[in-house]
């Protein structure tokens, strides 16, 4: 996650300092990589849920995304590094990081059964919320004293690294299989049907949509209303890894003791509340960025907890030669949800200000902490 991370915030770096790009370019970049996560990210499931072989098969791909940033190096280093090649290695990369998240999925089916399951879950979350702060703090940080497109080899050496390190669950995943699995065409009717039945993980998709919202104005926020100095958003933003690892480790507990309708319903009021500490900060002065630091470690750790505990539940009802398929539908259907969100949060802090899409924030999280309450019940 560190490596990808830091790919990810350095390679538009690489588009805008490097080769002179601009927005069109970088938005081709994202859309690219978004493409192919949402595009493949199915099939690849599918192929991995008749497969004994995950880690294998996980290790290879983090070469595989490894090699696409040291391509882009090399292509720097002798001089013929263009956009098109750029955007060609981004996709292998894309390729290389969907099958590794999809997979580790299918590695935690193999390995775990019931609430082992919940518990490696929030796990991986509370991995993912760290790495990614990181990643993305420490790549932009080191193109202070190098150029943006060597910054990418610390995405090449943790890859081939994490690799080694996945390689040491190759016995434990092929030891569990089943030949007598289904892995007949209605697979994918159930698959289907698992997850428009699924309740909690309906609202999560809201809850995607509605932290999406909040997500563009966010920044203009911090600098323009709050007045806290560039220098300190790093810092803001960091205070979301704590969160998350809080978060990841809290799941198990949380949900072996309490409904997922209170698990959601207290999220989404504690999320809404964590965004009115941040509007009342306006004209604390010195307060403002406690606040703004507050903020980022909550919404953090209840988004996680909300969004771990619902997918591990969904994962521990959910056959193993299913997993891979069900929790990537999951996946893309929360990815799916944040477009239209993050549409909506644009438009409404272009035109009406940051206060006002912070504002439908919290009135659209109350209003789902109540559909959770009236309409998951479970």
Do not use: K
Request: aromatic share 6%.
């Amino acid at each position: 996650m560190v490596g990808s991370s830091t790919a990810e915030a350095v390679i538009p770096l690489v588009i805008v300092v490097t080769l002179g790009g601009g927005p069109g370019e970088i938005s081709a970049v994202l859309f690219a990589t978004l493409g192919t996560a949402l595009v493949l990210r199915l099939p690849i499931a599918r192929i991995l849920d008749h497969r004994t072989d995950e880690a294998s098969v996980q290790a290879l791909a983090l070469v595989l995304a490894g090699i696409g940033s040291a391509l882009i190096w090399a292509a720097w280093m002798i001089g013929v590094l263009t956009y098109p090649f750029l955007l060609a290695c981004v996709l292998l990369i894309a390729l290389g990081r969907t099958v590794v998240s999809t997979s580790g999925y299918a590695v935690v089916g193999r390995i775990a059964d019931g609430p082992e399951r919940l518990r490696m879950t929030g796990h991986l979350s509370s991995v993912n919320s760290v790495g990614s702060v990181v990643g993305e703090a420490v790549g932009p940080a080191l193109t202070r004293f190098v150029p943006p497109p060597v910054v990418l080899l610390v995405d090449v050496v943790l890859s081939v690294v994490s690799a080694i390190c996945v390689r040491s669950l190759r016995r434990a995943t092929g030891e569990v299989a089943n030949a007598d699995e289904d892995v007949s065409s209605t697979d994918a009717t159930s698959v289907w049907t698992s997850i428009r039945t699924n309740r909690p993980l309906l609202t999560i998709w809201m809850i995607g949509f509605v932290a999406s919202v909040s997500a563009p104005a966010i920044l203009v926020f911090l600098l323009d209303v709050l007045r806290i100095p560039m220098w300190l958003i790093g810092v803001t933003f960091a205070a979301a890894a704590p969160g998350g690892i809080v978060g990841g480790l809290l799941v198990r507990a949380v949900a072996g003791r309490f409904r997922a309708s209170v698990v959601l319903a207290t999220g989404a009021v504690m999320s809404a509340l964590a965004i009115g500490l941040l509007l009342g900060a306006n004209g604390l002065g010195h307060w403002a960025l406690p606040a703004a630091i507050a903020y980022e470690f909550l919404t953090a750790l209840f988004g996680t907890l909300m969004i771990a505990s619902t997918m591990g539940r969904l994962q521990m009802i959910t056959p193993s030669h299913r997993v891979a398929r069900t929790m990537s539908a999951a996946s893309i259907g929360l990815e799916a949800a944040a477009l239209p969100g993050l549409l909506v949060g644009g438009t409404v802090g272009s035109t009406a200000g940051a206060e006002a899409a912070l504002t439908a924030a919290v009135a659209l999280y109350v209003l789902l902490a109540g559909v959770a309450v009236m309409w998951v019940r479970g």
